[in-house]
């Protein structure tokens, strides 16, 4: 989980963080373990399980999709601009108004 897409870990921890008390104690009590002691994957493995415990598979699901699925500036930065899909907007923009040609082929000069 420790990999891009950054905002799953993001969201389990949030999830986690916002429940602290019940996960914590979910946690320590079974095992004796501390969470914060685990590496940062099996720490969101944790978290993960935990949230999922006792859920359908419909439910599980949904839980997948919805932690998965990208958030609203994700999109936007995947968007073109002006033609430029992988340099900055910034750069993109300012050789946009520099120059008649195309900001990519301007770029792509660089």
């Given at each position: 989980m420790v990999r891009p897409p950054y905002w799953i870990g993001q969201?389990?921890?949030?999830?986690?963080?916002?429940?602290?008390?019940?996960?914590?104690?979910?946690?320590l009590l079974p095992t004796g373990r501390e969470p914060l002691d685990l590496p940062?994957?099996?720490?969101?493995d944790v978290i993960s399980a935990w949230w999922?415990?006792?859920g359908t598979e419909k439910d599980v699901a949904g839980?997948?999709?919805?932690?998965?699925?990208?958030p609203a500036t994700a999109e936007l930065k995947s968007r073109s601009f002006l033609g430029c899909t992988s340099l900055s907007m910034a750069v993109c923009a300012l050789t946009a108004g520099i120059g008649a040609e195309s900001p990519v082929a301007a770029i792509a000069r660089v």
């Open positions: 969201r389990l921890l949030t999830l986690a963080i916002k429940r602290w008390p019940k996960f914590h104690g979910a946690m940062l994957p099996s720490l969101l999922v415990d006792g839980f997948r999709q919805a932690l998965e699925a990208p």
